[in-house]
Structures are given as C-alpha cells and as structure tokens.
C-alpha cells in the first residue's frame, strides 16, 4: 500500500484547505483509512477516519462541523476538507490505514500504512 498526499499549504484563520491523499495497492472494500496530525512539540492524533463502504465518519471532536472526510474508489483518492480553520489545526496531516483496520478507528498501532505527510500551517 502506497499513499501519496497533496501539498498542503499555509492558511488564514477561518479559511479553507482541502487535504488528498491517492492511494494504491489497497483493497479497497476491505479498510478503513484515516487521517491523522501531528503538531510540533505534541504527540499524534486521529483527526478522522471513514469506513471501508465510505460510511461510519468518525471526528476528532474539536474538529467535528469544520471538517469533512471522504473517498472516491473510482479515484482512489481519499480527501479532508477543512473549514474555519484555527491556529491550533496547524500540524503535519498524514493519511494511514491497515489491513486490520476494519472499522475506524484511533488506535494508531492498528495502522501500517502511513503517508509521508503533509504540512498544513493557519495564521492569525
């Protein structure tokens, strides 16, 4: 499994980004994939996940109504729109998932596949 994510980008407060991450050698029907974050100086933290048919979204609850996760099998792309961005959303946004991973969620040793991260940064 290989994940290739989007470049991030730096932000005002309030505004918008939209993470992607492409993936291949995931069977797709069978997985859950998740994003995560880690902002300097803090440990990483499940951000969202969203299940192997697209359903059962799980949020990180300070993100929960700003944030959106979702797939498109046909493009094999996993995608995290953020809205209302805050300061403290700033972090390296990986995606993960792993052949155990059957139903979300946070328990990162469950996941084997991670992305190289990306670098999303809000600015007052």
């Known amino acids: 499994v290989q994940f290739v994510e989007s470049v991030g980008g730096l932000v005002q407060a309030v505004g918008s980004l939209r993470l992607a991450c492409t993936y291949s050698g995931l069977p797709y029907d069978e997985v859950a994939i998740a994003w995560f974050r880690q902002a300097p100086g803090k440990d990483r933290e499940g951000v969202s996940c969203?299940?192997?048919?697209?359903?059962?979204?799980v949020y990180k609850d300070s993100v929960k109504g700003r944030f959106t996760i979702s797939r498109d099998p046909a493009k094999n792309t996993l995608y995290l729109q953020m809205d209302s961005l805050k300061p403290e959303d700033t972090a390296t946004y990986y995606c993960a998932t792993g052949l155990r991973v059957i139903s979300c969620t946070f328990q990162q040793h469950e996941y084997k596949y991670w992305g190289k991260g990306t670098q999303v940064t809000v600015s007052l």
């Open positions: 969203i299940g192997r048919n697209g359903d059962g979204m």
